[in-house]
């Protein structure tokens, strides 16, 4: 990796971390310079201000970590309905990145920058409509494979529980605490297992 590309990284991944736990609008372009010890020259050499830095953000970080972290699960496993639960336990339990005190880095921005910034929206909408079709596709998936009843509306059942997932997040981070999670982990098995 060329140094500008590695810098360019690095201010990435400073800044998000920055705003993952501050929050965007209260994370400054100074805040970011002092975390990543570029110089201002440096950061507007890579981005023509914070909101361009925020949508490479969603674009360049959050984007692959999806793949990885929300999509991949759903593709590998003939089951869906128990991929979908695994899939939100290991978020909401297991993952050592997403922390219960700070909620859902994509639903944190959604709730804060899309209302008045249109290159937000965008971005994080491709973003939840790539996890949305995923979902749903495996949901279809295990319609034809018998694991899923023929009349479960993928859609549907997609939307509630994205829907459950975020809600739960911010309950997380109203108690900080992961024991919310488990009451609604139980009720999601239900609902799944109500699908079959």
């Not at 593709?75 to 979908?84: E, G």
Request: hydrophobic fraction near 40%; glycine fraction near 6%; include cysteine.
């Amino acid at each position: 990796m060329k140094k500008a590309e590695a810098t360019r990284l690095n201010i990435l991944e400073k800044a998000f971390e920055l705003i993952y736990v501050k929050g965007y609008q209260t994370t400054s372009v100074d805040d970011i310079i002092a975390t990543t010890e570029v110089t201002k020259g440096a950061f507007y050499y890579h981005f023509k201000n914070k909101d361009e830095m925020g949508v490479a953000i969603i674009n360049e970080l959050l984007k692959p970590s999806l793949t990885t972290s929300f999509i991949d699960p759903l593709l590998n496993d003939s089951d869906p309905l128990d991929a979908i639960y695994n899939l939100i336990y290991n978020l909401l339990i297991d993952n050592e990145f997403l922390k219960v005190e700070y909620g859902c880095p994509a639903s944190n921005l959604t709730h804060e920058m899309t209302p008045w910034n249109a290159d937000f929206h965008h971005a994080l909408n491709d973003l939840t409509q790539q996890w949305i079709k995923t979902m749903a596709g495996a949901i279809e998936n295990g319609k034809r494979n018998g694991h899923v009843r023929t009349n479960v509306d993928p859609l549907q059942a997609t939307m509630f529980v994205m829907s459950g997932y975020w809600g739960i997040r911010n309950f997380g981070k109203l108690e900080n605490s992961k024991k919310v999670y488990f009451p609604f982990l139980k009720e999601l098995r239900n609902y799944l297992d109500s699908l079959r």
